[in-house]
Structure formats: C-alpha cells, structure tokens
C-alpha cells in the first residue's frame, strides 16, 4: 500500500472511498469473531420483537470498514493512530456501505493528518456520522 | 438503570491474549467478500475483542448499575492507538465510567477505555452507551 505524500496534501482532499456490501453471512462472522451476542445481530425473530426492522449490522462492523477505508488511504493500518463516530442509524443486511472523508488539518513537523469522516448506507442513511480520523505519515 | 451515582465504577480485565487466529476471523469478518487487506496485521478495531467486551461485558454484569441489555445502543465508540498491536500480546484493559446523564427520556452512559502492554498504554478510546427509559 503506497502513502499519499505529506507535502502534497491540502485541506479539503477526499480520502479514497470504499464501498462494501454488508450480507447476514458477513454479520454473523463478525458477531462470532467478535464475541458479540447480541441476538439483534443474528437473530431476525428477536430483531423484530425489540422494534428493529430486522436484524442490523454492528456498528462496530461499519467502524471496522471505515478503519479499513482509512487505512487503506494511509498506506496500512499501522498508521491509523484515532478514529471514531457516532452510530446514527442502522446499517440493514445487503445494504451497501460507502465510507469517505476528507483532510481537515495537516501537521507537516508530525506528519500528523486529521480528517473527517463518514460512512452512508446505499439506502440514503447515515451510518456513521461526526466521524473523526486520524493518521500519521512520513515525515 | 445507570445514574450519576455510578461515576468512577471502574472494570478491569488483565490479561487478555490477543489471539492471531481470532483476529484474523475478525479481519476477515470486516473484508466480507473482499481480500484482507493486510493479512498480517491485527485490525485496529479489534480492540472491541481485547478492550471494549473484556470490560463492558462486566459492567453490564453489574446488577447494582442494572443496565437492561434489551434496551441497550451502543451510541459512540472514539479509539486512540498509541502503539500497534500484535498477535500473543498480553493487554491489560480497563473501563470507568466517566458520564451518567439523561436525555431526552434516555440515560447516556460515557466510559473511559485504556488498554495497556506490560505497562504501555497502546489503546485509549471511549464509548456512549444509550439506555432506552430514564430513571427518574
């Protein structure tokens, strides 16, 4: 994975989107790996009788894309060093997530990269939203 | 149901070995039916595994806070990484909960999370829990 260069950032510069399609398959994955057991997860009867639609995705999963999402414009997880959001809505079974952001403060001296975030759901719905990244980039 | 009396609990789960097989799962969880990405590397939010559940997972345990679990969102996670984390490590992780307020009919609870390698801090983060019904 190659880093974008530190001096030829501007604020304002757009993040590579990445788009991902969430199925139950990949959901009940996440919940096994992640030790998660809340049935609102997996179980589309439960989901149901709590006032959910249906069973929705962790919003720990979406985070987990947009960490991705990030990384992969840094040039490798290692140097995502913050990253959080606000779980505004639910991301629903084959529904496709798109995550973006874009540069909102460059420390060249750190090379230290902020940016703001986001994820949407295909459906129009905002997943992940007040989202703030941040990486660290050759200096 | 959680008030501003609960301030200060704090939860704490030393030891947690944070398991390659287990995290690559996870990595591969996150992928769906993409390639991992970075097939070596611990996914940072894997810490939900080494830090968030080892700690929040007693704190919904904790019957004299008495957090229903059916009306549970899990409303904001924010993660700091200090350090990268590595398959074998041993994490120490804690949890405090640092807020207690209602709004809007509904108890926001704010926890403090640090997890820790033989001393270094390598995660810091914070999570709002949202508990559906107030208390008063």
Redesign the interface.
Known sequence: MSAPALTALQVGDAITPLSRRVTQVQINAYAEASGDPNPIHTNEEFARAVGLPGTIAHGMLSLGILAGAVARWAGGSERLTALGARFSRPLLPGDTLTCSGRVIAVEEASGVVSLAVEAVSDRGDSVLTNGRAQVRLDT | MPDSSHVGRTYVAPGQVVDGQ?SR??A???????PV??PE?V???FA??YL??PTLGQLFGDAEVGID??GL??????????A?VHAGDVIDASARIASVQEKRGMTFVGVDLEAARQGEVVCS??S?LIVRGASS
Request: charged share 15%; proline share 8%; glycine share 8%.
């Open positions: 287990r799962a996870f591969a969880a996150l992928a769906g039916d993409d990405a970075e590397a996914p940072p939010t939900a595994v968030l559940f679990l059916a969102i899990h409303g904001e996670q924010h993660f700091t990484w200090h990268p983060g914070s709002v």
